[in-house]
């Protein structure tokens, strides 16, 4: 199984990134899929997730902010991440959950003026 995420880079506060999250070896149309972040010395916090059945959930701090999605042709998640702020900047790793989780390398996202 490999989850290769894409996406991440340098914006001003109020901007708008999309993470994707392309995976092979693993299908999200059986798999649990979504996003968690992590800042240097924190642990690693749930940013959102979808199930197999396009289910989603949010945590706090994103809801009405960023948008999960997933296109099953493509085997890829996104995350669309609108007014970014500067507490969203973090590591963003991508996971597939179905019998194990497993995954990503992760990508930097940085938010600053």
């Known amino acids: 199984v490999q989850l290769v995420e894409s996406g991440g880079g340098l914006v001003q506060p109020g901007e708008s990134l999309r993470l994707s999250c392309a995976a092979s070896g693993i299908s999200f149309r059986i798999a649990t899929a979504g996003w968690y972040r992590q800042a240097a010395g924190k642990q690693r916090e749930l940013v959102a997730s979808?199930?197999?059945?396009?289910?989603?959930n949010y945590a706090d701090p994103v809801k009405g902010r960023f948008t999960i999605s997933k296109d099953n042709a493509k085997n890829t998640v996104y995350l669309q991440m609108n007014s970014l702020k500067p507490e969203d900047a973090d590591v963003y790793y991508c996971?597939?959950?179905?019998?194990?989780?497993?995954w990503g390398q992760g990508t930097h996202v940085t938010v600053s003026s």
């Open positions: 979808i199930t197999s059945g396009g289910s989603t």
């Open positions: 996971y597939a959950q179905y019998v194990q989780t497993y």
